[in-house]
């Protein structure tokens, strides 16, 4: 069988080291004759586990001690319930910044609980989209607070500008965005990610908050969301998710081991940057995004010829090259290209783009 390179938006690729250690101890985890699916979260082993992979992830983002780290559950979704939930604090209103799917969903599902304004900062010039600039956003004086999703994992669109905005709650659905360069947490109060995109399994969702915002919830909030709840118990109120959580730490070193988020930052830059060059230098291939915004995780492409699509996955994938179907809200293409890709999955999906244009072109 020739490599898998496995290009899927998420539940997406994991790195090979990581597998493979988890293989090695998976029926006799730490010589206790059982996985660590088996043994109680309340264990000394697990909880010596919890605590490593939180500190190797204040670690490798340089979470000062004034946030707390959370691992939930119910996904980003759930969190689309927790935040205003938790943050709204009698407020009426927060703003909810319109950049994609996904940061459309988290207004939608906030319409339960407030009425939220949306802010669409999406805009098209010359064929060419591009997001607006944050000095640009149109924030409400009264809002809650301001959520916004700085990787539009379906549309391929990204914010790099880190916000300042005086005197307001920032929230970030960091989904599919969180490791892949370093960050200032500082200049966030809560930002949360589902781990099965730039992390690795599903099950587990990371919330990294600011210690003062964690307060009562409303009277509604069910306990599993309830971030002081969720705190009180060190992230175990009701039983985690112990091998995801086990798995993200895994991962968590791993990252360290490749030298930390700088340089997976530098990484992840020039994969995108051969990839993008390859859509841009050819008249076969397309992306309209605005250079800045583009996405260096989830590069959406289309083919000049719809009718080649189909060809296109079946030819990619006979050659390894799978999970490159665009959402079908956007169509086209996606490679998502997070942390776990390495430089020569990308260097083989451009190679089969130079051969596919060749030979349909
Ligand atoms: C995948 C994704 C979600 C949804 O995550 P779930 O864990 O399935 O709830 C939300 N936001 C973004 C940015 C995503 O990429």
Known sequence: MNIVYNFSAGPAMIPKDVLYKAKKELQNWKQLGSSIMEISHRSEEFIQVALEAEQDLRDLLKIPDSFKVLFCQGGARGQFSAVPMNLLNNSKTADYINSGYWSNCAFIEAKKYCIPQSIFIRKTHNKRESLLSMNQW?????????????????????????????????????????????????????????????????????????????????????????????????????????????????????????????????????????????????????NEINVKNRSKMNVVFHLIEPKLN????????????????????????????????????????????????????
Not at 269 to 279: A, E, P, R
Not at 335 to 351: D, F, R, T
């Open 138 to 286: 149109n924030i409400n004086k009264n809002s809650a607070y301001i959520h916004y999703c700085p990787n539009e994992t379906i549309d391929g669109l990204s914010i790099y500008e880190e916000p300042n905005f005086e005197n307001k709650i920032i929230i970030g659905d960091f989904s599919s965005f969180i490791l892949s360069r370093p960050i200032n947490i500082e200049n966030y109060d809560l930002i949360y990610a589902g781990a099965q995109k730039n992390i690795g399994p599903a099950g587990i969702t990371i919330i990294i908050i600011r210690e003062k915002l964690i307060r009562n919830p409303s009277k509604i909030s069910p306990s599993i969301l309830d971030y002081q709840k969720i705190s009180e118990h060190n992230s175990m109120f009701n039983t985690p998710p112990t091998f995801s959580w086990y798995l993200s730490g895994l991962v968590f070193k791993w990252l360290k081991k490749q030298g930390g988020l700088k340089k997976i930052e530098k990484l992840n830059q020039k994969k995108s940057d051969l990839l993008y060059k390859k859509i841009d230098d050819s008249d076969f291939y397309i």
């Open 310 to 361: 189909q060809i296109f996955l079946k030819k990619a994938s006979e050659l390894g090259l799978n999970y490159l179907k665009g959402h079908s809200i956007v169509g086209g293409m996606r490679a998502s290209i997070y942390n776990a890709m390495p430089l020569e999955g990308v260097q083989s999906l451009i190679k089969f783009m130079s051969y596919f244009e060749n030979r349909y072109g």
